[in-house]
C-alpha cells in the first residue's frame, strides 16, 4: 500500500490543504482594517474554520491511539506512530495560534500583531512542510511491511477459500447420497404397496367364495362343515402333541 492510498495520509493531505487556506485567509484577515464588517465576518469564518480543523486533528489523533493498541496488525511501529503523532501536535498547535490571534483581534486589534509575529516562528503555507518531506523519506518501511501484511491476508484468504471449496465439495457428495437413498426406500414403500393392494384383493375374492359357499351350504351344510372342522382340530392336535 502507498502512502497515497494509506487512509492516515489520505486525510493529512485534506487537513493540510484546510491548515494552508485557513493561513492564506489569515494573512488576508491581517490586510484587512480593524473594526470593518469585512473583518467582523472573515474573523467568523476563521475561528469556524480552526474549530472544524481542530475536530479533525482529533478524529486522526483517536485513530491513531486505536492504531496504537495493536501496531502490528495495521502494519505500523512505534516510530510511525511517534511520526504520526508529532504531526497533529504541530497541525494542533498551528491552527491553535491563528485561532487565538484571531479571537485577540476581535476583542483588541492592538494586540495581534504581537501575537501574530509568534505565529510566525511556525512554518507557514509558503515555507515547504518540512514534517511531509520526513514522511515520505521514512516512508519506505511503512510501505514495505504494509504490503507484506496484505501478501498475508491475500495467503490466508485463499487458504479459507480452498477449505471451504472442499466442504461444499463434501456437503455435495453426502447431499447425493441421501438423494439415492431415499429413492431406493420411496420404491421399496411402493413395491410394499403394490403387495398389500394385491393380498387385500385375494383376501377379498376369498372371503367372497366363502360367503359363497357358506350360502349355498345352508344352515345343515354350515353344522356339518364346523363338525369337521372340529374333528380336524382334534385330529391334529392328538398328532402334534401326542405323537
Known sequence: MSSAQDPFY?????????????QSSFQQWE??????????????????SCESIQWQVDELDKAIAVAARDPAWYGIDEVELEKRRRWTGTA??????VKKVVIAG??????????HRELMRLPNSHQPDRSNQYYDQDNDDFIASESDRQMLLIKQQDEE???????????????????EELLAQEKIIDELGNEMES?????????????MVMKKAGAKGQIMMILFLLVLFIILFILVFFT
Open 10 to 22: 489520505i486525510v493529512k493531505e485534506e487537513i493540510q490543504e484546510s491548515i494552508d487556506k485557513l
Open 92 to 97: 494542533r498547535t498551528r491552527v491553535g495560534n
Open 199 to 211: 393380498t387385500s384383493n385375494r383376501l377379498d375374492f376369498v372371503q367372497k367364495k366363502v360367503a
Open 106 to 115: 476581535k476583542e483588541n486589534g492592538n494586540s495581534a500583531s504581537a501575537m
Open 31 to 48: 490586510r484587512i482594517p480593524p473594526d470593518t464588517g469585512e473583518r467582523v465576518n472573515l474573523s467568523n469564518d476563521l475561528v469556524a
Open 161 to 179: 477459500l480452498d477449505e471451504l471449496s472442499a466442504s461444499v465439495q463434501r456437503i455435495g457428495g453426502v447431499g447425493l447420497t441421501i438423494h
